[in-house]
């Protein structure tokens, strides 16, 4: 093996880094299971709480816009470093709240522990990333696998030891020291691949080769049709999934599944979330990044719609089948978020233009707040269900009109 071989061969360490490490920050996503405690302890509300989950998006949005800057200006290991001491802070301060004022949750959650995911989202990805230009599906699979799988196997693991003698504040102060830990190896372990390191030339199936690629600043992607058009089919895409994730339980019970099943649909939709990461990496480095878009289009409309005829007929059944493909749709879309962005838009500048990309997961959150609204208001599942397979029925008009820049 070749000195290029033996410096290439390590990437699959990296990769294996940056899944773990994508695992420990994903823990944001657990909060449906991690606000558990804190709504009992200081009588906080369904929308207050559900506010601090928006604000987390938000500033997790704005983390992957400072990561991008921080790691081009200072280098991936400080800005890791950094998101580390940013969500254990976070995480830790959360630990410390003595008052029930939420206004200090929302700095400490959805500020501190925003911000710091989402530095550490950005880099991760941008970092692991650059040593799988020829297989980038993959890699973007994979490492949100990791994200997603979260808060299947670190949500768990909080509320055990929510439940145990250990209790939710100590449970709190580990989750951030871990956080802390997992980061700040990964980003001294993790580097970038050097100049010397041959990589074998991507497919070409629906893919641009990489002397075909453009290479253009985030200032040049805005200017492009094409990432607007992404962007909002991405984000409605999202919002299908956002809003079933919000009402999983309540959804299943609504067709009168018992208690415990209700329960297990919350973590099988955790598990198709992280299904649908992976395969539809491995879809984009067979069939390209526009069948692949297409393919999660349509997926998304079928999740909708089946769900749509469940809540209408009240069928546990088919409430399961659109739990399960709701969750791998939901899945797709941030592994498409990032191939698409290497793909159109290249590796150059990949860094900032993810951060930009990564807002779709902002919009999609406004649009499960809608829709939760809507189901406040009718008290039905079956309005709130028309809005989101109408946003995916605009999604597939924007999919089918998006070109190369």
């Known amino acids: 093996m070749n000195q290029s071989n033996r410096k290439l061969s390590i990437r699959w360490t990296y990769m294996i880094i940056g899944i773990i490490a994508m695992l420990f920050a994903g823990v944001l996503y657990a909060w449906s299971i991690l606000k558990a405690p804190l709504s009992t302890e200081f009588g906080w509300g369904p929308s207050e709480l559900a ?15 400072l990561g991008a800057q921080i790691s081009k200006r200072l280098g991936h290991r400080v800005a890791l470093i950094l998101a580390g001491v940013l969500a254990a802070l976070g995480f830790v301060l959360t630990s410390l709240l003595r008052t029930d004022s939420v206004i200090l949750l929302y700095l400490t959650y959805g500020v501190l522990a925003g911000v710091g995911i989402g530095i550490a989202y950005n880099v ?25 799988a979260s808060a299947l196997i670190l949500g768990n693991a909080a509320d055990a030891m929510f439940k145990s003698s250990m209790g939710w504040r100590t449970t709190y102060m580990i989750l951030g020291i871990a956080i802390l830990a997992v980061l700040s190896l990964a980003g001294i372990l993790l580097k970038r691949p050097g100049a010397d390191v041959v990589f074998s030339k991507p497919r070409t199936s629906g893919v641009a080769s990489t002397e075909e690629r453009p290479e253009l600043t985030s200032g040049q992607m805005l200017a492009r049709p094409s990432f607007w058009m992404a962007f909002f089919c991405i984000s409605f895409l999202a919002a299908v999934g956002s809003s079933v994730i919000s009402f999983a339980k309540d959804l299943a019970l609504s067709v009168n599944a018992p208690e415990a099943l209700a329960v297990s649909l919350v973590g099988v939709l955790s598990v198709c979330n992280g299904l649908g990461r992976i395969l539809t990496g ?6 390209g990044c526009r069948r692949t878009m297409l393919c999660a289009n349509a997926l998304t409309i079928g999740a909708a719609v089946v769900t749509l005829i469940s809540v209408s007929m009240g069928s546990l059944t088919l409430c399961i089948i659109g739990v399960c493909l709701t969750g791998m749709s939901y899945g797709a879309c941030p592994t498409i978020t990032s191939a698409f962005t290497s793909t159109f838009f290249g590796m150059k500048h990949f860094s900032g233009n993810m951060a930009l990309m990564t807002f779709t997961v902002m919009v999609g959150s406004f649009v499960a707040t809608a829709a939760n609204k809507v189901l406040e208001a009718t008290g039905g599942y079956t309005d709130a269900f028309f809005m989101l397979l109408s946003l995916t029925l605009v999604a597939l008009v924007l999919n089918l009109f998006i070109r190369k820049p």
């Open 282 to 287: 491995a879809v984009f480095d067979v069939i």
């Open 124 to 148: 991760v990805i941008a970092t692991v990333s650059a040593w799988f230009p020829d297989k980038k599906g993959l890699c973007s699979g994979c490492l949100m696998m990791g994200f997603g």
């Open 51 to 65: 506010l601090n989950f928006t604000l987390a998006m938000t500033f997790f949005c704005i983390g992957g816009l």
